[in-house]
């Protein structure tokens, strides 16, 4: 499915860090992006038992309510040591408030005395036509998990992750840094390959 540089592309998320993040990425392709809060379209329930199928439910949603080629991303942090816990459950873990900071100190609660603290990023970026043509695209970040929180960037669990090769935590590091590794950034770049190739 290729997009026109100049096109309009829904990202079919309600959280705004998700949609910047998204919209950073796609800043050099010229394309015009939307958030889901910003038409009013209700967020569907992730019934999908894997990320792949979160992300193609909420992007087919999205593109059928709007009638715009929908973008949506089904991410989260797996933890070797709780058997890829949190998982499809991430933002869950934070409540219906979004709080990450109850979800680290749950995952921190939750690995006692683990000494394995070896986890992924693991995010499917899923592409949906109104026409109900869609695709999905998957990346990984490998690292490991420190505790206490560090760093104020990004969102989510990126204070207490710290990808392999590096000592500071995506919470620490500049966002262009991040961008450049992260699991969502993997996945873009399948999805941009896909998606704007000639």
Request: charged share 20%.
């Amino acid at each position: 499915m290729k997009l026109a540089r100049g096109s309009t592309l829904l990202v079919a998320s309600h959280n705004q860090g998700k949609v910047r993040e998204i919209a950073d990425l796609l800043s050099p392709f010229r394309i015009l992006v939307r958030g889901a809060a910003e038409l009013g379209l209700a967020e569907p329930e992730e019934t999908g038992q894997t990320f792949a199928e979160n992300a193609l439910l909420k992007a087919r949603a999205a593109a059928e309510a709007s009638g715009l080629v929908a973008l949506a991303d089904d991410s989260g942090l797996c933890v070797t040591a709780l058997s890829g816990a949190p998982g499809i459950h991430s933002a869950r873990w934070a409540g219906p408030q979004r709080d990450f900071a109850l979800a680290m100190a749950r995952v921190e609660c939750e690995l006692g005395t683990a000494r394995d603290t070896s986890a992924k990023f693991v995010c499917v970026l899923a592409l949906a036509a109104p026409t109900g043509e869609s695709e999905t695209f998957e990346g990984e970040a490998h690292g490991r998990l420190v505790f206490p929180p560090r760093g104020k960037n990004g969102f989510g669990y990126d204070p207490i992750f710290v990808a392999d090769g590096m000592s500071q935590t995506f919470g620490e590091i500049a966002p262009a840094q991040k961008h450049s590794i992260s699991h969502r950034a993997r996945a873009f770049e399948k999805f941009a390959r896909a998606a704007f190739a000639p």
